[in-house]
């Protein structure tokens, strides 16, 4: 084969065009330099604003933290008085709280005095009075003393004796609303059945009523036959209806103790009466009615006399005789157990 020559090279365009890149190279070099060296200048500038800038941000801090720690050291110093000031003013509170209570207990102490003394003085009025009460029955002073029991506490004006005062209203509205029970005659009374109890004729010796056995003549001779045989039939057999289903048959020989038993309980009612107690009294009167129900002739004379007087006494025990103070001395007594109680 036939071998083509290449042609020829123009060595001075060649040239030309190297250095001409070699330019444009070394240009853009300086190019990169420049804004390197410009790029490094900002940031060079920018780190310094920066720094001046955390600098100045670090003395605003610092100073700042002066003041705050001028300002804790201010507020512990106001605070330490502060402290101190309620530290005095817990102390004056405390001694001004020692102080009121002291006065609260001395008040108290003269006020509980002056009430048990108003109370002790009350309660001893009150003890008299119903002395008087139940040994003589003198109920216009036990009303008075209740009264004026009652008008000294309303004087007081105190709640607590609210209590008493209620207990003192009943007993008065009971003094006032009780009649006035003759006592000497009611002990008469019983004096006489006493006395006549030896007198009494017993059930068992009832005799049976006689029978009028006259006849005239014109009856004619049988009609007196007939009432003849029965006469004499009569004195054989005795038939006679008892007043009492069950009547109390005795021995002779106890019918002494009967008798005394009865006197007995009449003196049991007397000493009753006397004392001023009614249960009592109302029980004994209540044994006697049975027993002379039970064991006495109630159609025989005597009988039938302490029959009528022992149902009037019994009629007059029906109801309330003896007014008491019981209620308003009970009252009295509690308020004292209770102020003794507290104070201890």
Known sequence: MEDRASPPVDLPKASRRGTRSASLWAAGLALVALLAAWQWYEARVLVDAMRAELAQRVRDIEGDSRDARLSAKQAQDAMRE???KVAQLDLRLSEYQNNQSSLEGLYQELSRS??????????????????????????????????????????????????????????????????????????????????????????????????????????????????GFLAELRKVVRIQKMESEDPGLIAPSQAYFLRENLKLRLLNARISL?????????????????WL????????????????????????ASGPMFPTMSESLAAVRAYKASRERGAK
């Not at 109370?119 to 004026?148: H, T």
């Not at 006397?274 to 049975?290: F, P």
């Not at 009528?308 to 009629?315: G, M, N, Q």
């Open 82 to 84: 502060a402290l101190a």
């Open 114 to 227: 002056r009430d048990e003394w108003v109370v002790a003085e009350i309660e001893q009025v009150l003890v008299i009075a119903s002395q008087q009460l139940q040994l003589v029955g003198n109920a216009p002073v036990a009303l008075a003393a209740l009264q004026s029991a009652d008008a000294r506490l309303a004087r007081s004006g105190r709640s607590q004796f609210l209590p008493l005062r209620k207990a003192f209203a009943h007993d008065i509205e009971r003094l006032k609303a009780v009649p006035e029970v003759d006592v000497p005659g009611i002990a008469a009374k019983l004096d006489q059945m006493i006395a006549a109890v030896d007198s009494l004729p017993l059930a068992q010796d009832m005799h049976p009523q006689a029978h009028s056995a006259e006849t005239t003549a014109s009856e004619g001779l049988w009609a007196r036959l007939i009432e």
């Open 274 to 290: 006397l004392a001023r107690d009614e249960a009592a009294y109302r029980s004994d009167l209540d044994t006697v009615a049975a």
């Open 293 to 316: 129900a039970r064991y006495v002739d109630t159609r025989s004379g005597p009988g039938a006399s302490m029959g009528a007087t022992l149902k009037t006494l019994r009629a007059a």
